[in-house]
């Protein structure tokens, strides 16, 4: 559940059009989600397999595939916002994000122009462009923003990158005349999943240098002190039976914070939801379990770089898989 009193917000990762037409908005009015996120990898999944694309895709004749995914997500995406759209009049967050073409990763001028072309396309106040955090994403997070467009910067990994997020949002916002909101992505389970069998092995506790690294991020972002700016953790579906299906989001509780999450995820948070915040953590504990890995022979820095070029990847897979299917 959203816990406007603690400051947390729940958004649901996940897109798709029958259900954004039926129980999307009960979960908003039942106060359980109060925004939503889409990525490459949901949309691609969500046109190749559900049916509710048809009859749009069949009056699409004749497009290019680009084209013809554009106008789904648009659609969609215009349609999430509009169910969004009281809660943003009303400051309880509202957004939903839609995601520019992952092969624009490295080239600024293109991301702000199709993060441009597509805010207006889609018409709604309360929808973030979500741009990847590269060199080339720091400067158009900037120029979108100073352009009146919120900016949700996705595959966020290190520290580093997470604060030139944060120097150039700043920038944008206060180049900016109209209302923008500005969240830092920190992918988390990634970590675990990578590191956690070599780990054990060194007599490592497991399933925390995901938590602890988004933990140690969301400390820097609110040193800052920048209203508009909010630490997103993202990637926060555990798989496997492992670990409580929803300890990413109880573990990351914090005030003035936003998780996304996999809707069985959410399901099974609000059976028995956290009230307490966990964050901040004691940064010399995250300092201490950082050296324990680092000994264990982790070298974080080259984790870091590893996971960022992946996620750039899946996207890119994920994203051509689905023009392909859609020609």
Not at 303 to 316: D, Q
């Amino acid at each position: 559940m959203v816990d406007r009193e603690l400051g947390f917000s729940l958004w649901l990762d996940f897109i798709e059009r029958d259900f954004l037409q039926n129980e999307f908005a009960s979960l908003i009015e039942k106060g359980i989600i109060n925004g939503a996120t889409s990525n490459p990898a949901i949309f691609a999944s969500a046109i190749t397999s559900s049916p509710a694309y048809k009859e749009q895709l069949e009056s699409l004749a004749g497009k290019s595939a680009k084209e013809k995914y554009e106008a789904l997500a648009i659609h969609d995406i215009k349609t999430a916002a509009q169910a969004l759209r009281a809660n943003y009049e009303e400051g309880n967050d509202g957004y939903i994000s839609i995601e520019v073409d992952p092969f624009l990763s490295n080239d600024t001028a293109g991301t702000v122009e199709e993060g441009k072309r597509l805010f207006k396309a889609i018409g709604e106040p309360n929808v973030m462009v979500k741009v990847p955090a590269t060199e080339a994403g720091y400067e158009a997070m900037k120029e979108l923003l100073s352009h009146g467009i919120s900016v949700n910067a996705t595959l966020i990994f290190s520290p580093e990158q997470a604060l030139k997020c944060v120097e150039a949002m700043k920038e944008g916002i206060e180049a900016s005349n109209r209302r923008v909101d500005a969240v830092v992505s920190v992918f988390v389970s990634r970590f675990d999943r990578m590191l956690d069998n070599a780990l054990q092995e060194a007599g490592v506790e497991a399933a925390k240098v995901g938590n602890y690294n988004a933990a140690k991020i969301y400390t820097l972002i609110e040193s800052h002190k920048v209203p508009q700016i909010r630490t997103l953790f993202a990637s926060t579906g555990v798989k496997g039976d492992d670990l409580p299906a929803d300890y990413y989001i109880r573990e990351l509780l914090a005030s003035r914070s936003v998780n996304t999450a996999p809707l069985g995820t959410i399901e099974h948070y609000i059976k028995e939801r956290e009230t307490t915040a966990k964050l901040p953590l004691d940064m010399a504990h995250i300092d201490a379990h950082f050296e324990a890995v680092e000994k264990a022979g982790v070298n974080m820095e080259e984790v870091y770089e590893t996971l960022l070029s992946e996620g750039l990847v899946a996207f890119e897979k994920a994203f051509e898989e689905m023009l392909e299917s859609i020609k």
